[in-house]
């Protein structure tokens, strides 16, 4: 755990790279196999925007990352943070209460208050507004969320207490679990089911791409579905009758468009057209 730890505070850049260029190609080869939906899409042309969002929030992170190794610096030098005030544990303990916290409050308290706040919700659209929703769909965020994303992230850091190495894992498991629970895979629905009692699956996170509430407000987590579970916003619905996008923006070539999708969060604001009936599973 110590070498894990070591090797994520100085990880090269190049390898973060390959971790994003790797979870993307690993699941895009996944979902030419067991394809959960056989959309009638061109791929290279759904991913084109979504490839475009990658980059800028590859961007606004590589811009704002001197913060985080500041913070994380501070708050070790200075005893600060709930891991920090704790009394002495296994380092493996040490590094999953990390990792936990950080992905409670830079995923899915970050997400949830996305969907709480109209404003946010707004800018939050863009991710919602793909159709298709695939692997390349876990980082199709416009500029602006990019930037909220990271300063939860960055308030986690400086609450939590957690080490620039624990930061950079929590970092990269988050971007891989995103790619997985997006992916357009259809898993053994028992196996699904296991996963998501700790981790979020591809089938629980479909769920929070379904076009109507309340299901879109719902499974908000990242890396674990714990979260959800905890604070009764864990909701199951059939894979196969889940409908992707948002009701009220159903524009498929607009939000298809770079052009449309940068200007989405300057729209205004939409009421949902009505709650669908909740069904049970």
């Given at each position: 755990?110590?070498?894990?730890?070591n090797y994520f505070e100085t990880i090269p850049s190049l390898h973060r790279s390959l971790i994003l260029v790797g979870g993307i190609t690993f699941f895009w080869v996944l979902e030419g196999a067991v394809p959960l939906v056989r959309f009638s899409y061109k791929k290279w042309n759904h991913a084109l925007p979504n490839f475009f969002f990658t980059l800028t929030t590859i961007i606004v992170n590589f811009a704002l990352a001197f913060l985080l190794l500041k913070t994380a610096d501070w708050t070790i030098d200075n005893d600060f943070g709930i891991i920090n005030w704790l009394p002495q544990m296994p380092l493996w303990v040490y590094v999953l209460l990390g990792v936990l916290l950080l992905d409670f409050i830079g995923a899915y308290l970050a997400h949830l208050t996305e969907h709480r706040v109209k404003p946010l919700w707004m800018i939050h659209l863009v991710h919602h507004t793909d159709h298709n929703v695939d692997t390349t769909t876990a980082n199709r965020h416009h500029p602006l969320?990019?930037?909220?994303?990271?300063?939860?992230?960055?308030?986690?850091?400086?609450?939590?207490?957690?080490?620039?190495?624990?930061?950079?894992?929590?970092?990269?498991?988050?971007?891989?679990?995103s790619q997985f629970g997006h992916a357009n895979i259809k898993l053994p629905k028992k196996v699904d089911k296991m996963i998501s009692y700790v981790f979020v699956s591809p089938d629980m996170h479909k769920v929070h791409h379904h076009y109507k509430l309340p299901y879109t407000d719902s499974n908000y987590g990242n890396i674990f579905s714990i979260w959800d579970r905890i604070f009764g916003t864990y909701m199951q619905y059939d894979r196969d009758a889940i409908i992707y996008g948002v009701d009220t923006f159903p524009d498929e070539v607009e939000n298809s468009s770079i052009k449309g999708l940068l200007k989405q969060p300057f729209h205004t604001y939409r009421k949902p057209t009505g709650i669908e009936k909740v069904e049970s599973v």
């Open positions: 755990m110590e070498a894990l730890i969320e990019s930037v909220i994303r990271f300063m939860f992230t960055l308030f986690g850091v400086f609450l939590v207490g957690t080490p620039i190495g624990i930061v950079m894992l929590y970092q990269s498991l988050s971007l891989v679990a």
